[in-house]
């Protein structure tokens, strides 16, 4: 399948990586494709199959679109994906409010935080793609190989409107290692004002183990 | 040791039976007691041996002080309870700053959330006090009793600026049934940031799974 992944940072990378070798077609959308690839020389002679195209080349490519750009800029991000580039498009939104300019660990972004959140503001700006939000409470590591810790047995919140949205995104994640029973249904997207704001303990749990090599587990 | 307990409702009428029971003499503190006295018949009935008295005479009463009062009024509790009672005391908050203005499930209030927190704002109003936030993130029922589920693993959070007076909490935590392998110390008061942000995932999950008998394990 042709997957778009929108940014090219670390999440970006390991994204690409895992999809390619999983057999997909990757393009990494970024604002400048040149200054990307000679950032990414290393990335690039590594993993020589992804493609790299702007914002809007990169939706265009992607039946599916992974968004993994900075909180800061991740509106500026899909306004220049394009609407019209992801209409009807399941888009998998893994992007987080932090905000680093007061402080660390960062906060959350006032406007998109608590009684908002990126998850529904991409579903504001996008009307008609099926935005679901899942994967952004964890390291990337994690998101890619849930096994690495615990057999895989630590939960992956998923929300969004479109239930057949979800079950696409549930077979994908499936892919990557992640088993149904670690996928907890939070309903529409409005819940991903609560994923986003497992933000703040995820980086002090982090400050206290020194590594990102955890997750949460539900036990009942 | 006598210990007060700030605040009626579900939680402090759980504690104030739990500590009862352990031995301790307790103090529910309320704002006009005979119709707090009215509103808890039943549970005078079962808890004969349970005082009660105004915030300020359970400040006064409490060599260990607990504060479960409901956020949005938490901070009005700390004034009427008084600097001067609770001068070089430890004093261990529960609160949460829940706003039920904004439809369900709450948010956050602004002001006590995301840079701020009613642990550090708790810390301010009572300089010469020892403030330790824990035991917020859960159902009480798990507070008082943790070995209701998975044998007592599942996560603690502790927080403050005085390391006695968390060694001091842990204690009284063991008392509880916390083991020492649960409770996870995250640092200063500012952590209170974190700990209280838990609750919209606390609530959503809630809301999943129909129950409140659960809690969060870190797994690595």
Same mark, same amino acid.
């Given at each position: ?9 670390? &999440? *970006? ?7 390619? *070798? #999983? ?21 690039? /002679? ?21 968004? &993994? ?7 500026? &991000?899909?306004?220049?994906? @394009?609407?019209?580039? =992801?209409? @009807?498009?399941? #888009? ?12 660390? $660990?960062?906060?959350?972004? $006032?406007? #998109?935080?608590?009684?908002? /959140? ?7 700006? =996008?009307?008609?793609?099926?935005? &679901?939000?899942? #994967? ?9 190989? $849930? /096994?690495?810790?615990?057999? @895989? ?6 929300c ?23 996928? =907890?249904?939070l309903g529409d997207?409005?819940a ?18 020194? /590594? ?9």
């Amino acid at each position: 399948m042709n997957i778009a992944i929108l940014g090219t940072g670390g &999440v *970006g990378q390991a994204f690409a990586t895992r999809l390619q *070798g #999983l057999g997909h077609d990757i393009m990494l959308g970024t604002r400048e494709v040149q200054s990307t690839k000679t950032r990414l020389a290393d990335f690039i /002679s590594k993993n020589p199959e992804v493609k790299f195209g702007t914002f809007t080349e990169a939706a265009a490519f992607g039946e599916l679109v992974i968004h &993994v750009s900075k909180g800061a800029t991740a509106v500026e &991000v899909i306004k220049s994906a @394009g609407e019209k580039n =992801l209409r @009807g498009k399941v #888009l998998i939104d893994i992007t987080n409010p932090l905000d680093f300019s007061k402080g660390m $660990p960062p906060s959350l972004i $006032p406007e #998109l935080s608590n009684t908002n /959140s990126l998850g529904e503001e991409t579903q504001r700006l =996008l009307p008609n793609t099926k935005v &679901v939000k899942t #994967l952004n409470t964890m390291w990337n590591g994690l998101m890619i190989n $849930p /096994s690495l810790i615990n057999n @895989g047995d630590h939960v992956n919140y998923i929300c969004g409107n479109d239930a057949d949205a979800k079950n696409t995104v549930k077979k994908f994640l499936n892919e990557l290692g992640w088993k149904n029973e670690s996928l =907890l249904d939070l309903g529409d997207i409005t819940a991903a004002r609560a994923t986003e704001a497992t933000l703040p303990i995820w980086l002090r749990v982090y400050g206290a183990k020194q /590594s990102g090599a955890f997750n949460f587990k539900i036990v009942s």
